[in-house]
Nanobody, 124 residues
Framework: QVQLVESGGGLVQAGGSLRLSCAASGRAFSTYAMGWFRQAPGKERQFVAGLSWRGGSTYYADSVKGRFTISRDNAKNTVYLQMNSLKPEDTAVYYC?????????????????WGQGTQDTVSS
């Protein structure tokens, strides 16, 4: 099992940057595929970025490609989401998710473990 705690959310102006962190407790963090999702008010939760457990390949939603970067530090049991060139439509609660030995998951049901979420607000 793994427990996830997000941090780094906040208020930023359009065009600015934020870096989210997701700290994982538990063993064998390196065997978990990691993902970031977000949920805006009145909308369904959507995939943002993912990072495989083997090989470290990354993949992104089209809406954030070229602006967001997902990375991990297995020594610190932490995954990051660097968000640049933020837009008001990026405003949402951002969730970290994990799946042991997972694939390139882009749907909720592909992840077993979730953090509590962190609010990011981008003002225009």
């Amino acid at each position: 099992q793994v427990q996830l705690v997000e941090s780094g959310g906040g208020l930023v102006q359009a065009g600015g940057s934020l870096r989210l962190s997701c700290a994982a407790s538990g063993r064998a963090f390196s065997t978990y595929a990691m993902g970031w999702f977000r949920q805006a008010p009145g909308k369904e939760r959507q995939f943002v970025a993912g990072l495989s457990w083997r090989g470290g390949s990354t993949y992104y939603a089209d809406s954030v490609k070229g602006r967001f970067t997902i990375s991990r530090d297995n020594a610190k049991n932490t995954v990051y989401l660097q968000m640049n060139s933020l837009k008001p439509e990026d405003t949402a609660v951002y969730y970290c998710a994990a799946e042991q030995f997972g694939g390139r998951g882009t749907s909720d049901y592909e992840y077993d473990y979730w953090g509590q979420g962190t609010q990011d607000t981008v003002s225009s």
